[in-house]
């Protein structure tokens, strides 16, 4: 495998897989955790309820766009190994 083709192949990789477990862990938390454990507080907790959930969207759109990106540079790079071309 040639040295500098396996590099940003894999650091495509890496960033992908990493940008996709923040996603879903964001998600999951949002969705599992947050939602039902603060329903009960809503009242007492508003303000801090509404940044944390505005922070943790950030952070999920963030997440997906750097996921669809380097998913797209993952599969750029593949082709070009595949094929051989440079």
Do not use: N, Y
């Not at 959930?53 to 997440?63: E, G, K, N």
């Not at 599969?75 to 070009?80: K, W």
Request: with cysteine; hydrophobic share 60%; glycine share 4%.
């Amino acid at each position: 495998m040639e040295p500098m083709l396996s590099f940003p192949l894999f650091a495509a990789r890496v960033i992908h897989f990493a940008s996709t477990v923040m996603l879903s862990g964001t998600v999951l938390f949002l969705v599992s955790i947050a939602a039902p454990g603060f329903r009960t507080q809503r009242d007492r907790i508003a303000p801090v309820l509404a940044s944390l959930c505005r922070r943790l969207l950030v952070i999920a759109w963030a997440s997906l766009v750097i996921s669809i990106v380097s998913g797209a540079a993952w599969l750029l790079f593949l082709v070009t190994k595949i094929t051989g071309s440079s």
